[in-house]
């Protein structure tokens, strides 16, 4: 286990009320310190404080039943991962990425015995990601259904969004990107195909293929049935070979944690340890 | 004031109508007639910089890529550039802005050069975002206000070099309008030629409506120690913006609640460095050996050494407390710059940033013009490579496999910056472009500030008349 003090117990309490509810709280935690602050430097903080209140009224009214219907997350067994990673070339192949451009990455690493196990690393879809608030023109979006996406059509290429992301989750199109066919949908933030030459792209959940009942790609494509794809609303998931899970309950009986719980982005994908990683020591990381 | 360098100097030549013609000759002899070499020194830099710019063209038809950039190291060279270009900038204030406002009166036949130094490097270090834009043909939505995100620390940094930017500008003219009058008086005189023509449109433009009365220049000097005042903060507030980039995120080795001083120092010290060697060299190409004089540059080596100091405990500092914590992300990146990938880059800047010119500076023997030209030349270097040192190894530690992976810590998935031919001849073509720049400014600009140094004299020998009465 290469960072095992960095996975800590996800919060047992899974249930989509509690889960908004501090989603909300730390949103406007760091967005609004932020957003005053910078208001104050234009001794504009009245005003800040006035569309704060606006907002917070407008963001009140979606949390009646017409609100998002779903709050997606994903959970990883990694007691099943047998690093094969064909989800990383699903991903690829779906989404027309270079071989170095992989928005799902198994990582390999080593326990404290010096055995081998994986790690598959999507996009952690951070209820307070790092990488929203740094972009200078706003190409970061995070959507009310909790998926953060890039809006490449906005992206000027700072890539001050790969500096904050904690996870090493995304990827710039260095040079011309992978050329795709037709799509189904139209290149926009849910469905960046092809990619854009210049701007950074990273995992979608597979954002356009959600509402059609289908599964990310990954999920789909995985033969161990390591990955589950879930909604937090109606407290279910359900992985590639089709076993389904109610979440709360999965991740409490399992142990799940969240990776690097204390830069304080509140992912949402949460690992199920139980392969020999050894959570009380750090020996095979600093050895 | 009564420990001034040119003092004794002065005193004994009093101010009278044949030193002040001296000055003016010298400050207006570029302006009035063109040097032999300056046509092939300007089409020679002119090509270097075209060079640049079809490298930048060929990055922009095949992307980031071709610059050496890949995830393994997003940022690079282009950061590096665009701190240490904007840094080199702030020689401008020092000498200006800060030797002003604490009557150094040694300053004035410096002061010219200085702001015009500072005038050309801040563009060019600006220009640095350009290919540093994965999507330049987008940059536009930085100043399209409703795209802004004012919680990102770029767009405050967009807005503190602007605004920095347009008082540098400022800083520059104020001084230069009593001169336009001198020139365009000089220029009476001159045959009406097209160029001369050109020349008095623009002095006429310059000067506006001010006429020189006792009034109106108290008028200008107190303005031009307003924005004296002003240009400190500004300076302080562009280089602490610049490395908020670097140190909002949590990225070891760029998340130092250092940086904003350690960028704000290294820019002063840079740019003292910068100005001495522009100082050096306007005074051979120029003929200003009598205006210039040694203990200028024994007294500006001071100021550059005084920063050099401050620098070098700065990392000392960054290095020893990082690396003692033992986190595993810091202690990483402090292995890889001091024994690992990285010690080459950052023993240069320690040996010729840190020590030589402290050394220089602290032996009389090596205390002279040419001392104090060699150090600078080693300062302006070794200070664009520690920015590479500072830039690179925390682009290219590993945030999820361990960059301490078993094996020892030279093992672990880092990524790697390779130099290629495009950045290369990017940042070649801004070196050149400053001297172009300045050759240029130059003869438009009189290269000494010719009513400032005669107020100058005149407070001296008021002064020194006062004494020996």
């Known amino acids: ?56 009224a407008a963001e009140s009214s979606t949390t009646t039943p017409s609100g998002p219907t779903h709050q997606w997350c994903m959970i990883i067994d990694l007691r099943l991962c047998n690093g094969c990673k064909l989800c990383t070339t699903a991903c690829q192949t779906a989404h027309y990425l270079h071989e170095d451009q992989t928005w799902m990455n198994v990582y390999t690493m080593q326990n404290a015995a010096g055995e081998d196990y994986y790690m598959p690393r999507p996009c952690m879809m951070c209820e307070d990601p790092a990488c929203v608030p740094v972009c200078p023109v706003g190409a970061n979006i995070r959507t009310d259904e909790g998926l953060v996406l890039v809006d490449q059509s906005r992206c000027i290429g700072t890539r001050i969004c790969m500096n904050a992301c904690p996870y090493d989750a995304r990827y710039f199109n260095w040079e011309q990107p992978v050329p795709a066919p037709r799509q189904p949908f139209p290149q926009e933030p849910e469905w960046p195909v092809p990619q854009v030459k210049g701007t950074v792209g990273k995992c979608i959940d597979c954002a356009a293929m959600l509402p059609s009942g289908q599964l990310p790609e990954c999920v789909t494509h995985c033969p161990m049935g390591v990955l589950y794809f879930g909604d937090l609303t109606s407290d279910a998931a359900v992985n590639g070979m089709g076993a389904t899970v109610k979440v709360s309950t999965f991740l409490a009986e399992n142990d799940a944690v969240v990776f690097k719980e204390e830069y304080g982005t509140h992912p949402r994908v949460y690992y199920i340890p139980g392969h020999g990683q050894d959570l009380d020591n750090n020996a095979a990381a600093s050895s | 004031m009564s420990s001034n360098l040119l003092e004794t100097e002065r005193v004994e030549r ?11 000759h010298a400050a207006m002899r570029p302006v009035l007639e063109t040097p032999r070499w300056w046509w092939p020194a300007v089409l020679v830099l002119g090509a270097v910089v075209v060079l640049g710019i079809v490298a930048w063209m060929v990055q922009v038809a095949d992307g980031l890529g071709t610059a050496g950039y890949s995830d393994g190291a997003f940022w690079a060279i282009y950061e590096a550039n665009l701190v240490a270009f904007i840094g080199v900038s702030y020689g401008g204030a020092v000498v200006s802005a800060i030797l002003r406002l604490t009557h150094a009166g040694w300053r004035a036949p410096l002061t010219r050069i200085a702001e015009a130094t500072a005038l050309v490097t801040l563009p060019i270090g600006m220009l640095f975002i350009i290919p540093h834009l994965g ?46 009058a001198i020139v365009l008086d000089r220029l009476g005189d001159a045959p009406a030629n097209r160029r001369v023509r050109v020349r008095r449109t623009l002095y006429r433009a310059l000067l506006g409506r001010f006429g020189g009365t006792p009034r109106e220049r108290a008028a200008l000097n107190g303005s031009i120690g307003l924005v004296a005042i002003m240009i400190i903060p500004m300076a302080v507030s562009v280089h602490s913006v610049l490395s908020f980039a670097f140190s909002s995120s949590s990225r ?7 940086f904003p001083v350690y960028f704000v120092v290294a820019a002063l010290y840079s740019g003292v460095a910068l100005v001495v060697l522009v100082i050096a060299a306007s005074r051979r190409l120029f003929h200003l050996e009598a205006f210039i004089v040694p203990r200028h540059f024994v007294r500006l080596g001071f100021v550059m050494i005084a920063f050099g100091a401050a620098y070098l405990y700065l990392t000392f500092t960054e290095y020893l407390v990082d690396g003692y914590s033992g986190t595993t992300g810091a202690a990483a990146w402090v292995y890889q710059d001091i024994a690992g990938r990285y010690w080459i880059p950052f023993w240069f800047y320690f040996v010729a940033a840190g020590v030589v ?9 090596f205390r002279t013009t040419s001392g104090v030209v060699v150090a600078s030349t080693l300062v302006v270097l070794a200070l664009w490579v520690k920015r590479l040192v500072i830039v690179i190894p925390p682009a290219t530690e590993p945030l999820v496999q361990s960059p301490l992976a078993k094996g020892g810590v030279l093992a672990g998935n880092w990524g790697s910056y390779h130099f290629t031919w495009v950045p290369i001849s990017i940042t070649v073509a801004a070196t050149a472009a400053i001297p172009l720049l300045l050759l240029i400014v130059f003869r438009f600009v009189p290269i000494l500030p010719m009513a400032e140094m005669e107020e100058m004299d005149d407070e001296l020998v008021g002064a020194s008349s006062r004494e020996v009465a």
């Open chain 1, 1 to 56: 286990m290469t960072k095992n003090r960095e996975m800590v117990p996800a919060s047992p309490a899974v249930d989509d009320e509690h889960d908004e509810l501090t989603a909300a709280a730390v949103t406007i935690g760091r967005r609004g310190l932020l957003r005053a602050a910078a208001l104050g430097g234009l001794g504009l903080t009245a005003l800040g404080a006035l569309g704060e209140t606006v907002a917070a």
């Open chain 2, 14 to 24: 009093p101010a009278d109508a044949h030193a002040r013609e001296d000055v003016r």
């Open chain 2, 135 to 180: 999507s330049p043909q987008k940059i536009w939505e930085l100043v399209w206000p409703p795209y802004w995100n004012l919680s990102s620390p770029i767009l405050w940094d967009f807005f503190a070099v602007s605004t920095y930017l347009l008082a540098t500008i400022v800083f520059f003219y104020l001084p230069l309008v009593p001169d336009a």
């Open chain 2, 252 to 258: 070891p080795g760029y998340m130092e609640t250092i």
């Open chain 2, 357 to 365: 010119p402290l050394v220089i500076m602290a032996v009389r023997r």
